[in-house]
């Protein structure tokens, strides 16, 4: 059955950077039309899109995000890496990665989903 | 980008219908018919209930359908029932290749 888990540190200080990492099973981003996203939720608030990979390679960002983000691909690992640098409190949030696909649709709806990480930032 | 527009919360009574609005712009709803609605139970990971504005996953219930009017999705939940209660969400792809997510409604079943 298909499934994303997501994994990384639970707690990081202000201005480090964070570095989560989605597990993919039953699925790999290497096909064809393939993509996968990061969205977060902050306490009783609603998801915020983040980033989002392509089995091309095609990367899209969030555009007040963009200069804090890097969405990676380690495909021999079947994972995919998302890192957010200068951390600060106001990031505190779930984090979640989702599957999409291209071909289905290319809105970026997201069929797939991880169980989701609390990151929490403070001192 | 900002948020879509959602009402705070909506209610009813089981076997009843109700309707979410979300309202966009003419740079998201109003241009793309890639509008997306989730529905997140507490503490669980929002589920894909609709896409592009009226299509439905395998597997979702015929009550949930999805349509658009100018800049305003809505979703449709028919024969409402007790599980119904939760979160939902609508989303829309944008104009700069982007996502941006709606405020949410609660849905409380009376």
């Known amino acids: 059955q298909i499934t994303l888990k997501e994994s990384g540190p639970t707690l990081v200080k202000p201005t480090q950077t964070l570095t989560l990492t989605c597990t993919l099973s039953?699925?790999?981003?290497?096909?064809?039309?393939?993509?996968v996203g990061w969205i977060r939720q902050p306490p009783g608030k609603a998801p915020e899109w983040l980033a989002l990979i392509y089995w091309d390679d095609d990367k899209r960002y969030s555009p007040s995000l963009k200069s804090r983000l890097t969405i990676t691909t380690d495909t021999s690992k079947n994972q995919v890496v998302l890192r957010m640098t200068n951390m600060d409190p106001v990031d505190t949030a779930t984090y979640y990665c989702?599957?999409?696909?291209?071909?289905?649709?290319?809105?970026?709806?997201?069929?797939?989903w991880g169980q989701g990480t609390l990151v929490t930032v403070s001192s | 980008q900002s948020a879509l527009t959602q009402p705070a919360s909506v209610s009813g009574s089981p076997g009843q219908s109700i309707t979410i609005s979300c309202t966009g712009t003419t740079s998201d709803i109003g241009v793309y018919d890639y509008v997306s609605w989730y529905r997140q139970h507490p503490d669980k990971a929002p589920k894909l209930m609709v896409y592009d504005v009226s299509n439905r996953p395998s597997g979702v219930s015929n009550r949930f359908s999805g349509s658009k009017s100018g800049n305003t999705a809505s979703l449709t939940i028919s024969g409402l029932q007790a599980e119904d209660e939760a979160d939902y969400y609508c989303?829309?792809?944008?104009?700069?290749?982007?996502?941006?997510f709606g405020t949410g409604t609660k849905v409380t079943v009376l």
């Open positions: 039953e699925f790999s981003l290497s096909t064809s039309g393939m993509g």
């Open positions: 989303s829309s792809y944008t104009g700069s290749s982007t996502l941006v």
């Open positions: 989702a599957r999409t696909h291209y071909y289905d649709s290319s809105g970026y709806p997201f069929d797939y």
